[in-house]
């Protein structure tokens, strides 16, 4: 199971990657990625939260991806995410406030 954090073009997300030294964590923005960034980094695209079925897209990716915990870094993100929770639960992943365990 992998370990998802958002927000990848952010200096936070690198910190808490570091911080949480294992090789299954993966980066992911919604943002546009410089396409160099994407291919050598392996940073994912992350659906975008203005979308209205933004919550089962982020599932989706996350079943895809074999995620099982996902570290939310923006606020407007995290809202979203927990107002599905449960249904992230029923499928075994949990939505953490990645703001907080740096």
Do not use: W
Not at 38 to 46: D, H, I, N, T, Y
Not at 74 to 79: F, R
């Amino acid at each position: 199971m992998s370990i998802l954090i958002t927000a990848a073009s952010s200096a936070s997300a690198h910190k808490l990657k570091n911080k949480l030294n294992s090789p299954d964590v993966l980066l992911g923005d919604h943002a546009d990625l410089p396409d160099f960034m994407v291919k050598s980094m392996g940073l994912l695209k992350l659906p975008s939260p203005a979308s209205v079925s933004y919550q089962h897209e982020m599932l989706t990716l996350c079943l895809d991806k074999g995620v099982n915990t996902v570290y939310v870094l923006t606020g407007h993100e995290l809202d979203l995410l927990r107002e599905s929770e449960l249904l992230f639960k029923e499928y075994n992943i949990d939505i953490l406030d990645g703001q907080i365990e740096i």
